[in-house]
């Protein structure tokens, strides 16, 4: 027998603000006189960032979807810390205490200057933007291997109980909708495809001889840097996902977001040869380093479910075009990863 239960108030995946307080929060730890307006900024997963218009000018508000304090240290650590090495790094302001976050309503939250940047469009990376990203990619893991403090978290890898307990959830989800859409489909076929990869994987990552030596920026790609018009990076930022890990991974990630996010054809793999070209000329790595960077992340891609859980879980709708690309990626690194890496790499030295 199920007895009745009492309403239970659930806290929705993004919480009314209530913007008087917020003003007022911010006018007592910030200098800021006269708040105008909150404008909603698109872009942010599982949590919200605001533009303010003030007397003093613009602002950035972000929300951080981690709650807990440590990690916040660990990504303000990171930034001051990139920031001191001359990297373009876009650091917070400081509140009269001297912290570059501050709690309210359930969530942290950072001051930054207002950056009226661009970011390159999905399919418009031309030779100049991935050239000066490899640069880039490059000064941040020299800097990052001089980084002191190794107690930082480490880089997360797969796990298959982790996919496995996800996958199930996730599946039954899609097998109660009906009719199925097309990205429902897709889903669905991607889900399967990965399952039989998962089962198979007899990789672990600790069986990879990578050292998890330097400190990363850990999330790399186009969509969080601004360039200007020559095509060259003015501005990093979005350092949630900073982690203690190997580079060779994160030139792997980086390599296939920027370079293959649109196809594999040619292009794609120019751009990946004078990506890596441009890394090398900064911080030069073996082939075989370069090889196991590239199997890691895509091992680790084809455990990855959080895509599946943004669109059924918390019922982000519009993620076809986004959802194809992570397709396209599952297939091509399954059927051809080592062709493709001898491809980028001993291309980039031609």
Known sequence: MIHPLKKVNMIPLHQPIDFNRLGKRLKALFTIEDIRSFSFVHGGFMSQNFRLKTEQGDFFLK????????????????????SGHGLPIITPIKD???????????????????????????????????????????????AGKQ???????????????????????????????????????????????????????????????????TLLHGDFIYQNVFVNERGLV???????????????????????INCFDDGWEEKQYRLGNQF??????????T???????????????AHMTWIEAKYLIYQEKKLLELYTRHANRIQH???????????????SRS
Not at 194 to 202: G, P, R
């Open 63 to 82: 929300q951080y979807r981690n709650r807990l304090n440590h990690l916040l240290y660990e990504i303000t650590t990171a930034e001051e810390f990139f």
């Open 96 to 142: 009269h205490h001297g912290r570059s976050v501050f709690w309210f309503e359930g969530h942290w939250l950072s001051l930054f200057p207002f950056v009226d940047g661009r970011s390159p469009a999905y399919g418009k990376i031309d030779d100049r933007i991935i050239q000066s990203m490899g640069e880039l990619l490059a000064r941040f893991h020299l």
């Open 147 to 213: 980084f002191p403090e190794k107690h930082f978290q480490w880089l997360r890898a797969w796990d298959k109980r982790k996919f496995f307990l996800e996958k199930v959830e996730l599946i039954d989800l899609l097998k109660k909708k009906n009719p199925l859409s097309e990205l429902d489909e897709l889903m669905l076929t991607v889900l399967e495809k990965k399952s039989t990869f998962v089962e198979k994987n007899t990789l672990r990552p600790s069986d990879i001889p990578l050292p998890f030596d």
């Open 234 to 256: 003015t501005h990093v930022y979005d350092l949630e996902k900073t982690c203690m890990g190997p580079r060779a991974y994160e030139i792997g990630r980086s390599l296939m």
């Open 276 to 285: 890596l070209r441009a890394y090398q000329e900064f911080f030069p790595l």
């Open 287 to 301: 082939y075989e380093e370069f090889a196991l960077g590239i199997r890691m992340y895509a091992t680790d891609v």
């Open 333 to 347: 690194t399954e059927e051809a990863l080592e062709e493709m890496a001898e491809s980028v790499y001993y291309g």
